[in-house]
């Protein structure tokens, strides 16, 4: 697996939400950009230097400190929708190349470069921003339907990213949950859910939420 780009965030205004402004414009930068832990949500801060979110209720703090999305996904996207889709087109903050990132284990984790080691902590669950953002009527279902989400990262160890690094998985997790099983929990799976309580070490925001969604199914 190698990295093609690192992509940051232009802001720009949201039409598509109340919070009025959104980074999933991201566009590939040159050079190294430092990489390090954020913090908890509410403060806008994500892992990459110079990025950001602006809808802090539901994005960026620990959880959600890197987003990842592979260009053979891209790929795929660009034949079903017709149009070219750049590197960081989705908002994903690493685009990469030679990985099933939908294979890759909850847990897992990955070396980026010389020193950065990131753990695959949630997945992209989509919004009326991304929506908006690509113009698709019904986005939200057939992102859902497709099953290609791409992780989202803790950040294990920081330091500096960049293209052209390779990446490495340095950790695979004995549960078997991929990124794709997660997902379809997550969204139109429910019946799902319970074996996800199998993966350790799962964000609190997720693992609170997953309880309370479990036990509702249950009765």
């Known amino acids: 697996m190698n990295l093609l780009s690192v992509n940051i965030g232009k802001p720009r205004d949201n039409p598509w939400k109340t919070v009025g402004t959104t980074g999933i414009d991201k566009r590939p930068v040159a050079g190294p950009v430092a990489v390090t832990e954020p ?15 602006y809808d802090v209720k539901h994005h960026g703090g620990s959880a959600q400190a890197v987003y990842a999305y592979a260009r053979e996904d891209l790929d795929h996207w660009e034949t079903e929708l017709g149009r070219t889709l ?43 921003t991304f929506q908006g953002w690509l113009e698709q009527e019904g986005w939200v279902k057939r992102f859902m339907r497709a099953g ?10 920081p330091g500096d990213v960049q293209a052209g690094d390779t990446v490495e998985v340095v950790h695979r997790p004995a549960h078997g949950v991929t990124v794709a099983h997660f997902f379809r929990a997550m ?3 429910p019946d ?28």
């Open 39 to 53: 913090g908890p949500r509410g403060t806008g801060a994500v892992g990459l230097a110079g990025d950001r979110v």
């Open 148 to 157: 290609r989400p791409g992780p989202y990262f803790r950040v294990v160890e």
């Open 86 to 128: 750049p590197n960081g087109a989705f908002g994903e903050n690493l685009t990469t190349a030679g990985y099933d990132v939908n294979a890759a284990l909850m847990g897992e984790r990955w070396r980026v470069g010389a020193d950065v080691v990131l753990e695959i902590a949630t997945v992209r669950i989509p919004c009326r």
């Open 187 to 189: 969204t139109i799976e």
């Open 192 to 219: 799902l859910l319970p074996g996800l309580l199998a993966i350790d070490d799962l964000p609190e925001p997720a693992l609170d939420w997953l309880r309370k969604r479990t036990a509702y199914l249950a009765g």
